[in-house]
């Protein structure tokens, strides 16, 4: 079940390869009620306590498959449905210290019924979420 807030509590934590920490998730829910297709998508930023993560250390997970920031507009046939929410993996070596963290998550989309300047894209959208990462 989702919770209301676009940053989901349940799933925040640290990943890992094998043994070895490399970096932490956050699963993020769309609120568009249609969806939206991976090629309306602008990349990610989010920021943890001051830190900012952007580009390539972000990566989308959506319906058990991972794509890199660059290559969400190679996908206009996939989309991220209302009810299922995005897993945001960030590298970050050793990961998130455990206790509470301020998170912020900046994104945008292009969608039905909503003017946009120029260059087509919306303006991203921020998201600001008080989250605690548990051991």
Do not use: K
């Given at each position: 079940m989702l919770e209301k807030d676009n940053i989901q509590s349940?799933?925040?934590k640290n990943v890992t390869d094998g043994k070895t920490v490399t970096g932490f998730q956050i699963p993020f829910r769309s609120s568009y009620y249609r969806g939206v297709w991976l090629s309306q998508l602008t990349e990610v930023t989010i920021t943890v306590d001051g830190e900012k993560f952007e580009g390539s250390r972000i990566t989308w997970k959506i319906g058990g498959k991972t794509y890199s920031q660059t290559d969400l507009a190679n996908y206009p046939d996939v989309n991220w449905p209302l009810y299922e929410p995005a897993i945001f993996i960030v590298q970050k070596p050793g990961g998130l210290s455990l206790g509470v963290h301020d998170v912020e998550v900046s994104v945008g989309y292009?969608?039905?019924?909503?003017?946009?300047?120029?260059?087509?894209?919306?303006?991203p959208r921020s998201y600001k979420k008080k989250?605690?990462?548990a051991g």
């Open positions: 349940r799933g925040f292009s969608v039905s019924y909503t003017p946009y300047p120029e260059n087509g894209w919306a303006t989250m605690t990462l």
